[in-house]
């Protein structure tokens, strides 16, 4: 390969200065020729980004004035990205990554243009034979908007053992990376704020496959998260609230009425797990109905070109929640057995021996 795509990574920060340290050496020994980084600092006001900016000659930095949210970050430092890069990844502070995790994914997207995202093995950091919370090997979707991870069932979390090491399609990408085509993103937009944080990248992705392209898991690509899945309150409601948010904004209006009175009456189950959370989200979307309905005619009349009936191919169709709680579903194959559709495969024709890169 002679010439190489070049990739921005963009990466927000928010007081985590340890994390972000190590995060940006690993990033800084990744074994391809052609990137550059950009950290934009969510008004933190902690100085870190200028130490590390001065211990990094080549990162790029930049600030917010007001804490913005991981979309927000993101969106600032995807605005200063070079205008050659062809692709773009967006990473969390607390992430480290194998050397070859770019080339690998940079490799996938060169042979499948039909691909306008994907993401890489997400392990966990503190656990590295475990699967990480956010992420895992690509995520799926259920009808009702309940996302699913290869490695990550709710709460049950599974060990690699390889189990997932072949790249396929899938529903989502994110996590805590998120590689995307850039030219797409800016014909789409790019990070939904109002989402603040969490399931923003989810939102992007159902957008992108709703423009027409799809995205894949890529699991010789690997990384490690010292994230988590955390339980308090906040947490809770803004999931709850960005993933209902999130189901409002993309589906048709068809499949949005058939499903969305079946996701409250399970949200309501919920509250004895979650507490009162999906209900104060339910009230939230009330009380920002004109807020929420605009996006949904923005993406509804500029971005979808693809029914849902094309995009649902690949989802999960009982409600997942049901499955795993009440009949022991706790693997991704598990909801493979009963869904064989949501299983695709991607080609790889290149050679490997043509992406290695000789040491200087």
């Not at 409601?237 to 009425?257: D, E, P, Q, V």
Request: hydrophobic fraction near 40%.
């Amino acid at each position: 390969m002679t010439e190489w795509a070049k990739v921005s990574i963009v990466i927000g920060y928010y007081k985590k200065p340890k994390d972000a340290d190590e995060c940006l050496a690993s990033i800084f020994e990744t074994n391809y020729p052609n990137f550059e980084v950009i950290m934009v600092d969510n008004a933190s006001g902690d100085g870190a980004v200028e130490s590390l900016q001065r211990k990094y000659p080549k990162l790029k930095a930049a600030k917010n004035r007001s804490n913005r949210g991981s979309g927000g970050a993101w969106n600032t430092g995807f605005g200063l990205t070079s205008q050659d890069s062809k692709y773009v990844a967006f990473i969390d502070c607390d992430v480290i990554v194998d050397p070859r995790w770019l080339i690998e994914m940079v490799k996938v997207a060169e042979e499948n243009p039909w691909i306008g995202g994907c993401q890489p093995k997400i392990l966990s950091y503190s656990q590295p034979d475990m699967f990480e919370y956010n992420g895992s090997a690509g995520m799926w979707m259920d009808t009702y908007g309940y996302a699913l991870n290869r490695g990550r069932i709710f709460y049950h979390i599974e060990k690699d053992d390889g189990q997932y090491d072949f790249p396929c399609e899938t529903f989502f990408i994110g996590g805590s990376v998120f590689f995307a085509r850039s030219d797409i993103l800016r014909h789409i937009g790019l990070f939904d704020e109002s989402f603040f944080i969490y399931h923003e990248e989810l939102d992007l992705a159902w957008r992108i496959r709703l423009n027409g392209f799809k995205l894949a898991c890529v699991p010789s690509s690997v990384v490690w998260h010292k994230g988590g899945g955390k339980r308090d309150v906040t947490t809770l409601f803004r999931k709850h609230r960005n993933n209902l948010y999130m189901m409002i904004k993309n589906y048709s209006f068809k499949n949005l009425a058939l499903c969305f009175p079946f996701r409250f009456f399970l949200d309501l189950a919920s509250v004895a797990m979650n507490g009162v959370s999906p209900i104060i989200a339910y009230i939230w979307l009330l009380k920002n109905l004109r807020l929420v309905w605009s996006h949904r005619v923005e993406v509804q009349s500029r971005v979808r070109k693809r029914s849902d009936e094309e995009l649902m191919e690949i989802n999960i169709k009982q409600p997942s929640p049901v499955l795993h709680y009440m009949k022991g579903y706790r693997t991704w194959h598990d909801f493979l057995a009963i869904n064989p559709r949501i299983y695709r495969p991607l080609k790889t024709s290149v050679p490997q021996t043509a992406f290695v890169i000789e040491a200087s």
